[in-house]
């Protein structure tokens, strides 16, 4: 009884030996964990909010899917294309992808400035293409750049608002809170302009106002000309998308422009694939360090692990412990350098894509989880201390 108390004493002083002794190694192998880890998490944190970035940037090209209404069946509906949209049996998945709707009707009117008193100030009205616009803001459908607007613009009775093309405020010598007539036949509309935009297209030369105003002007309550839609989703679910709009709407004319959507899901594909492969790279090579400094630890254990199977210590539980070893320095290392991984990549990506990256939780215990697997990987070279024999030790033959 008291030589088993003596050699579990001995085990445990050796197990203590076994893990400290080798400070200074057990030192690299967590700091090479570590970094191997925090560049890791900074790429799939870069990774995983790339597909939100370049689906924002993507969106600022304006709409990708377009519903073109027919003359002899125009489409009819006092709802925003949104209410119209979500009232189609479309998955939830696809619905998501929709980051904007507008529809629009478009007329062509005689557009002139007018004093406060409500008289106009050219003796002649402008021929003028009106949009009238439903649903989110244009700014979400057409790509655009503000030049003037006033955010809080006070309306007078009978009054809306309207959005001028730059090249058409020139023109007619506006200003953000200039007032307008808008002037069809015997139907007048009037407004007051709230933002000067630049489109860099014949946009410049358009008035934008709210539909109803331009259903007004020409007796056609309801009708719509075109819906466009900024759908962020695959190619694949694109297609789908546009056939079910073809279904809801059998006499429209439905548009995607698959180009968009090709394009973004190609640069998302290539980004990836690229962060993927670096972090592969990555892995392996912290695989590597791990794995040489492991090797030098092996050799320098030989005469405990003798010693420890000399007083009855198996060779599996020898290994259970370089085992929990491994995993122990792979958590550590995981936990410390994800958090610094995720730090690092909100630096990273502003400096990339101009704006920090959004933190993402997922990738922390994935990053974590990673660095625990490259831990226990990098440990292969202690498998041969289990064929260490105590009476090879024990002559000085290892």
Known sequence: MAATSTNRSMFRRLVRRLLFANRGRLFVVLLALSAGAAVS?????????AKRRINSEFRSFGANVLVVSSEQNPLQSFQTPRVMINSMPLPALVTSNIASSVSFFYVVAQVSRRNEQGSEVFS?????????????????????????????????????????????????????????????????????VSTIAEFGGAEDDQLFLP?????????????????????????????????????????????PLRQFSEAQSKVYSRISGLLTAAIAIILILTALCVMAAMTNIAAERKHDVGMMKAIGGSARSILNLFLTEAVLLGLIGGLIGAAAGIALSIALGKAVFGVAAAPRLIVYPIAVSLTVIVAILGAYPLRRLASVRPATIFRGEA
Do not use: Y
């Open 41 to 49: 998490a900074a790429l799939l944190n870069l990774q995983t909010d």
């Open 211 to 255: 539909i109803s105003e331009a259903q007004f002007l020409t007796r056609s309550e309801g009708k719509i000309g075109l819906i466009a839609i900024n759908f962020s989703g695959s190619p694949g679910q694109m297609d789908g998308f546009a056939a079910a709009l073809r279904h809801a709407f059998p006499d429209a004319d439905v548009r």
């Open 124 to 192: 002649n009205f402008i021929p003028v293409v009106v949009g009238g616009i439903n649903g989110d803001p244009l700014t979400r459908a057409i790509p655009l750049k503000v030049k003037a607007q006033t955010p809080d613009l006070k309306l007078g009775p009978h009054e809306t608002w309207c959005i001028l093309g730059a090249r058409l405020a020139n023109r007619i010598q506006a200003t953000t809170e200039t007032p307008l007539v808008i002037r069809l036949a015997d139907r007048e509309s009037a407004c007051r």
